[in-house]
C-alpha cells in the first residue's frame, strides 16, 4: 500500500467514514489543508470497505485506501465476531503502510473505520488530531482522544483532553454558500422555480422513516397548494417508497405539480450547497454535520433529533443552535405537528430572518481556518530538526 502519489511524500492521513456523517467532514479536513498550501497528493484518506467513501473518494484528488473493518455492536449481534480479527488485520496493514512511507500526522475524524490508522498510529508514534465535532464525542473520538497530541473541537466545554475550538470540518462548497447571490443559480439546478416557498427535507445520510411520513402527511394537506416546493432527500433506502405528492411524474424521480405542489424525491444528494442556498427552510435531523452546515449557510430550519443516537447527542447538537434562537428543536414523538411548524415559519418571514441571523452567528468559527492550522502545528511541533 502505497500512501501518496508521485512520490511526494505524505503529510497527513485524514481517517474515519462508514457514513456521511464522518466522510464528508474528512473530505472537508483534507480540502482544509490543501486550502492551507498542501499538494492534495501528500494527503492520503483512509476510510471503510463497506461505506458511502466508495462512492465519494474517487471524485476528489485525494489518494485513498479502504480497509475492512466492522462496527461493534453494543447488543449481542453475530457481526461482532469479526470485530476483532478484521480490527487487528487492519490495523497491521495500516502500520506496513505508515513505516513505508510515515506521515507527519494522523488526522481522525471518528467511527470504527478511523480506528486501525489510530492504533497504528500510536505503536509508531506518529502524532494524533481527533477532530470532534459533535457536542457528545462518539465512542472512537473518545478512545482516539486518549492517544492525541490535540483535540479540535467545535463546541465549547468539550470533554475532550487537550481540546482546542477551532469550528467543524465542512466542505469549502458549503462554507463558500451566500443564499442570496446563490439563490437563483442554486434553485435553476435543483429544478425549482424561483417563485415558490422551497422546503428542502433530509434526514441524514441513510434517510428517516418517521420523517418521511410526516412530510408525506403534510404534502397530502398541500396536494394543491401552487405556492410550494419540496425538495426530500428520502435517504437511498426509503426513496422508492415515499409517494409522490403529484400525479404528474418526470425523469429523475421529481413530480411535477402544475396545479399544485412541486414535489422531488432524491436518495442521495450530492450538490447539498444548491440544497442550503434554494431553501426557504430545511427540515433535517441532528447529526454534527447538518447542524454545523446549517449555522455555516445561515438556513432557517426546523430539526428533529433522532432518538437513537448514542447518549442523544443529536439534541445536544440541535440545542447549540437553539440556545440562540439559530434553529427550531421539534422531538420525533412530536412529529404530527411538523406541518403546523412549517406553515407557521412559512406565514413569517421575520422569524425566518431571524432564525437564519441567529444560525450564522454561530457558524462564524466554521469560517477561521484554526483546525487547518492546529494540524499544521502539531505535525511541525513533533518533526525532528
Known amino acids: ?62 489518494p485513498h485506501t479502504f480497509v475492512d473493518v466492522v462496527g461493534f455492536q453494543r447488543r449481542l449481534d453475530r457481526r461482532n465476531l469479526g470485530f476483532v480479527p478484521k480490527m487487528t488485520s487492519a490495523t497491521r496493514s495500516m502500520i506496513r503502510a505508515f513505516r513505508e512511507d510515515r506521515p507527519r500526522v494522523v488526522v481522525s475524524v471518528g467511527g470504527y473505520a478511523s480506528m486501525p490508522s489510530v492504533f497504528a498510529a500510536e505503536r509508531l508514534d506518529i502524532p494524533i488530531v481527533v477532530v470532534s465535532y459533535d457536542r457528545t464525542p462518539g465512542r472512537a473520538s473518545r478512545l482516539a482522544a486518549r492517544r492525541a497530541a490535540a483535540c479540535a473541537v467545535a463546541f465549547e466545554g468539550s470533554p475532550l483532553p487537550r481540546a482546542e475550538v477551532t469550528g467543524a470540518p465542512l466542505r469549502r462548497a458549503i462554507l463558500d454558500v451566500d443564499r442570496v447571490a446563490d439563490r437563483a443559480s442554486a434553485r435553476r439546478a435543483l429544478d425549482l422555480p424561483d417563485d415558490r416557498f422551497v422546503v428542502a427535507v433530509m434526514g441524514g445520510s441513510l434517510g428517516s ?145 431571524a432564525l437564519s441571523t441567529a444560525a450564522s452567528r454561530r457558524g462564524d468559527v466554521h469560517r477561521q481556518g484554526a483546525l487547518a492550522s492546529l494540524i499544521e502545528r502539531v505535525a511541525v511541533s513533533s518533526s525532528p530538526p
Open 1 to 62: 500500500m502505497t500512501l501518496t502519489t508521485e512520490g511526494s511524500g505524505c503529510f497527513a492521513v485524514v481517517t474515519g467514514g462508514g457514513t456521511a456523517g464522518h466522510v464528508l467532514p474528512a473530505i472537508a479536513v483534507a480540502e482544509a489543508l490543501v486550502a492551507a498550501g498542501h499538494d492534495p497528493s501528500t494527503i492520503h484518506y483512509v476510510g471503510s470497505a463497506r461505506g458511502i467513501e466508495r462512492r465519494l473518494l474517487p471524485d476528489t484528488p485525494f
Open 209 to 353: 422513516g418517521p420523517l418521511n411520513a410526516a412530510i408525506g402527511s403534510y404534502l397530502t394537506e398541500h396536494r394543491d397548494d401552487v405556492g410550494l416546493a419540496v425538495h426530500q432527500v428520502a435517504g437511498e433506502r426509503f426513496a422508492a417508497d415515499v409517494e409522490p405528492a403529484a400525479a404528474l411524474s418526470v425523469e429523475g424521480g421529481s413530480v411535477a405539480g402544475g396545479t399544485g405542489v412541486i414535489h422531488h424525491v432524491v436518495g442521495y444528494e450530492a450538490n447539498m450547497a444548491a440544497v442550503y442556498a434554494a431553501a426557504d427552510l430545511l427540515v433535517g435531523r441532528g447529526g454534527a454535520s447538518t447542524v454545523h452546515e446549517v449555522a455555516a449557510t445561515g438556513t432557517p430550519s426546523i430539526l428533529v433529533p433522532w432518538p437513537g443516537a448514542t447518549d442523544d447527542h443529536q439534541r445536544d447538537n440541535i440545542e447549540w443552535l437553539t440556545e440562540v434562537g439559530g434553529a427550531v428543536m421539534l422531538r420525533d414523538d412530536a412529529l404530527q405537528g411538523l406541518g403546523g411548524e412549517i406553515e407557521r415559519l412559512r406565514a413569517d418571514p421575520d422569524a425566518r430572518v
